[in-house]
C-alpha cells in the first residue's frame, strides 16, 4: 500500500489530482500540503512513497524541496512552467506533468511512479537477501577438511578424509589413519573436536573421537561401561555422558535407513506385481 502527498499551493490542483487518485487502489493514504513547510512536516511525519509536487509554491520551490528530501522519494512534478523541466530530471524526477495536464497523461505518470516504487522494494529485497547471506556466511563454521601438522624441518597436510578415530592426553593427539598411519599432532583434542565436523566425527569419551562411518558396533561390559568396535577392528571406550548423543545419532541413521528400505521394498513389489 502507497502513501501519496500532494504539494501545491492552489486548492484546485490538489482536488484534482486527490480525485484522479481516488479512482486507484492500492492507496493506503493520499495528504496534502500547500507549502514547503508543510511538505517538510508530512515528510518528516508520514513518510510518503510518492509526492505529486509543484515548483512554484510559497517560500521554497518544488526543486528546492526535491534537493532536501530522501532521494528514495519518488517525486512526480505537475508545473505550468516547461522551464524546470531540466532542473527536475536532473533531480531524478519521475514525471513532469504541464498543466493543465489530461487524465490519460496523469495516469502515466503514476504508473511509472509505482513501478519505481516497486522496483526499489525489489532492489532493497535483493540488498537485504545479499546482506542476510554475507551474515550467514559469516558465521557458519567452516570446518577443516586438512589438517597441518608440524614436524621437524616440514609441514605435513593430512586430509580429514584419512582419518579413522583420534586419540588424545595433554597438548597432544595421535591421528588414527585408514591406512594404519599413526601421526602425532600437537593439539588438544577439545580444539580439535571444535575444527571437525559434527556429521562426520563424534566425541565417544574425554581421549577419543571416532569417525561415525567407522562405527561398527556398540558392546556393553559387564561393569556397566562401553565399548564401541571400528570397522577398522578398533575398540575404544565409550563414556556414558557420550553414550546417549551416539545413540541418537545411530538411532538417527538407522531410521533413515529403515525408510530407504521401506521405499526400495515397496518399489520392489510395485514391481513384481504384489501391490
Same mark, same amino acid.
Given at each position: 500500500m502507497?502513501?501519496?502527498?500532494?504539494a501545491d499551493?492552489?486548492r484546485?490542483?490538489?482536488?484534482i489530482?486527490?480525485?484522479?487518485?481516488s479512482s486507484?487502489s492500492?492507496?493506503e493514504t493520499?495528504?496534502?500540503a500547500? &507549502?514547503?513547510?508543510?511538505?517538510?512536516?508530512?515528510?518528516?511525519?508520514?513518510?510518503?512513497?510518492?509526492?505529486?509536487? &509543484?515548483?512554484?509554491?510559497?517560500? !521554497?520551490?518544488g526543486?528546492?524541496?526535491a534537493?532536501? %528530501?530522501?532521494? @528514495?522519494?519518488?517525486?512526480v512534478?505537475?508545473?505550468a512552467y516547461? /522551464?524546470?523541466?531540466? =532542473?527536475a530530471?536532473?533531480?531524478?524526477? !519521475?514525471?513532469?506533468?504541464?498543466k493543465?495536464f489530461?487524465d490519460?497523461?496523469f495516469?502515466?505518470a503514476?504508473?511509472?511512479?509505482?513501478?519505481?516504487?516497486?522496483?526499489?522494494?525489489? !532492489?532493497?529485497y535483493?540488498?537485504?537477501a545479499e546482506?542476510?547471506n554475507?551474515?550467514?556466511?559469516?558465521i557458519?563454521?567452516?570446518y577443516? $577438511?586438512?589438517l597441518?601438522?608440524?614436524?621437524p624441518?616440514r609441514?605435513?597436510?593430512?586430509?580429514?578424509?584419512q582419518?579413522?578415530?583420534i586419540?588424545? =592426553?595433554?597438548?597432544?593427539?595421535? %591421528?588414527?589413519?585408514? &591406512? &594404519?598411519?599413526?601421526i602425532?599432532?600437537?593439539e $588438544?583434542?577439545?580444539? %580439535?573436536?571444535?575444527?571437525l565436523?559434527?556429521?562426520?566425527?563424534?566425541?565417544?569419551?574425554?581421549?577419543?573421537i571416532?569417525?561415525?562411518?567407522?562405527?561398527q /558396533?556398540?558392546q @556393553?561390559?559387564?561393569?556397566?561401561?562401553?565399548t564401541?568396535?571400528?570397522?577398522?577392528g578398533d575398540?575404544?571406550t565409550?563414556?556414558?555422558?557420550n553414550?546417549?548423543?551416539?545413540n541418537?545419532?545411530?538411532? /538417527?541413521?538407522?531410521s533413515?535407513s =529403515?525408510?530407504v528400505?521401506k521405499?526400495?521394498a515397496?518399489k520392489?513389489?510395485?514391481?513384481?506385481?504384489?501391490?
Open positions: 502507497l502513501k501519496v502527498l500532494i499551493d492552489e484546485i490542483a490538489r482536488d489530482i486527490a480525485l484522479l487518485l486507484q492500492g492507496i493520499i495528504e496534502e500547500k &507549502d514547503g513547510v508543510q511538505v517538510l512536516e508530512k515528510v518528516q511525519q508520514s513518510r510518503p512513497d510518492i509526492i505529486f509536487m &509543484d515548483i512554484q509554491m510559497p517560500g !521554497t520551490t526543486i528546492q524541496l534537493k532536501m %528530501l530522501d532521494p @528514495s522519494i519518488v517525486i512534478f505537475v508545473t516547461d /522551464e524546470y523541466a531540466l =532542473a530530471f536532473e533531480l531524478n524526477a !519521475t514525471d513532469y506533468l504541464l493543465p489530461e490519460e497523461r495516469f502515466t503514476w504508473e511509472r511512479a509505482q513501478k519505481k516504487v516497486l522496483d526499489k522494494v525489489k !532492489t532493497d535483493v540488498k537485504l546482506l542476510m554475507l551474515i550467514k556466511d559469516g557458519q563454521k567452516n577443516k $577438511t586438512r597441518l601438522i608440524k614436524e624441518g609441514i605435513r597436510l593430512i586430509d580429514v578424509e582419518i579413522n578415530f586419540t588424545g =592426553a595433554g597438548n597432544y593427539v595421535e %591421528l588414527h589413519l585408514f &591406512d &594404519d598411519r599413526v602425532l599432532h600437537r $588438544t583434542l577439545t580444539v %580439535l573436536e571444535e575444527q565436523d559434527p556429521a562426520l566425527f563424534i566425541r565417544i569419551h574425554r581421549s577419543s571416532v569417525r561415525l562411518s567407522s562405527l /558396533e556398540l @556393553s561390559n559387564a561393569n556397566g561401561d562401553y564401541v568396535v571400528l570397522k577398522s575398540a575404544l565409550l563414556s556414558r555422558s553414550k546417549i548423543k551416539l541418537e545419532l545411530l538411532n /538417527e541413521t538407522n533413515s =529403515a525408510e528400505h521405499l526400495e515397496s520392489a513389489a510395485k514391481i513384481a506385481g504384489i501391490s
